[in-house]
């Protein structure tokens, strides 16, 4: 059974920065990590997403988060910088077969961690 869990969420002001973890028990190897996020009365929306030493980025958080893994092929953590009220969302860990955007490839997923963006 494969578990992730999120973790380093919070509530920031705008122009902060956060860093997002993800753990995952069980044994996944040759896995794209990705993250989304989901605001109030929105669809959930890709972030970002890690395989091996490619990467991929949402047009809007491009050249603000970086989306990184402590070994190859490790859960990718997700550093956010200059952050705006836009951002506030659950964020979702999720572990998928192949590197895509698309949140419904993605086999398992965390509970998500909550971040709040006060402007």
């Known amino acids: 059974q494969v578990q992730l869990v999120e973790s380093g969420g919070g509530s920031v002001q705008a122009g902060g920065s956060l860093r997002l973890s993800c753990a995952a028990s069980g044994r996944l190897s040759n896995y794209a990590w990705g993250w989304f996020r989901q605001a109030p009365g929105k669809e959930r929306e890709f972030v970002a997403a890690?395989?091996?030493?490619?990467?991929t980025y949402a047009e809007s958080v491009e050249g603000r988060f970086t989306i990184s893994a402590d070994n190859a092929g490790s859960p990718g953590n997700l550093q956010m910088n200059s952050l705006h009220p836009e951002d506030t969302a659950v964020y979702f860990c999720a572990a998928g077969p192949f590197l895509t955007r698309q949140w419904d490839q993605y086999a398992y997923w965390g509970q998500g961690t909550q971040v709040t963006v006060s402007s």
């Open positions: 890690i395989m091996w030493s490619r990467t």
